[in-house]
């Protein structure tokens, strides 16, 4: 990476071994990295710093985690934050899913398989406009998670959705595309940007993965999905989400 365009992973975390071990490897990684050691000092570094992911620890002294997650989403529900954690039950997980963690890596962990899920991270905010701190972000989005366009309304927090097709509980995968076409609504995406900044798939990957999810949304959210008035296909270039 050229110096101009590293970016910036804060770490919180307590450990002072598993800190510095993340701190050396994401500087390797041509990461600009700062260390949190508590909760407290966790916050300052973010709203001082405004990084471009944040590695984040559960079990931390003066502020947990969970309460760190919280007070972040609150103010910016861009930046990606990646939790590692010893805590690796179901529970905490979906705990953190609801709070808007965008990954959960349990320790201890592979060393390759952290780097490369920072590095997917990193990719996906890349789709999204800067987010400040303390500014506040479209509401039509982000006011309480949700999101309206025609009849459907979408909870990010909880997955489920109001619309054409019902009340339904999207996937993971459903609700990380819906983001990425609301992020980039009246832009035409191609199939190949959508898989690579959906899920990191690699080129060898069937496109055909998003035209399927496109049939599923044109199910959930269009009163006539032969004629689509929210998904709508670019002949040779992809899909546009026009909520208009």
Request: hydrophobic share 40%; net charge neutral; aromatic share 10%.
């Amino acid at each position: 990476m050229e110096a101009a365009e590293k970016k910036r992973v804060l770490v919180i975390e307590d450990e002072a071994r598993i800190a510095e071990g993340l701190r050396l490897n994401l500087s390797l990684a041509g990461y600009v990295v700062a260390v949190a050691p508590d909760g407290i000092d966790g916050l300052e570094k973010w709203r001082a710093w405004h990084p471009d992911l944040i590695v984040l620890d559960i079990m931390l002294p003066m502020i947990d985690g969970f309460s760190i997650l919280k007070t972040i989403r609150q103010e910016d529900e861009k930046i990606p934050v990646l939790i590692l954690s010893a805590r690796g039950d179901t529970t905490d997980k979906v705990k953190g899913l609801r709070y808007g963690v965008d990954d959960y890596l349990a320790k201890p962990f592979d060393l390759e398989e952290f780097l490369l899920r920072v590095e997917r991270l990193i990719q996906k905010s890349a789709w999204y406009e800067p987010a400040v701190p303390g500014k506040k972000p479209d509401v039509r989005l982000f006011n309480g998670n949700h999101f309206r366009f025609g009849d459907n309304h979408v909870d990010f927090v909880t997955f489920k959705a109001r619309c054409v097709a019902g009340e339904i509980t999207l996937t993971e995968q459903e609700i990380t595309l819906l983001k990425i076409f609301i992020e980039n609504r009246g832009k035409p995406l191609s199939r190949e940007e959508l898989l690579n900044a959906g899920w990191g798939y690699s080129r060898d990957t069937s496109t055909r993965t998003v035209d399927n999810f496109m049939v599923r949304f044109r199910k959930y959210f269009e009163k006539d999905p032969k004629n689509p008035r929210f998904f709508k296909s670019r002949r040779s270039v992809g899909y546009l989400f026009d909520p208009a």
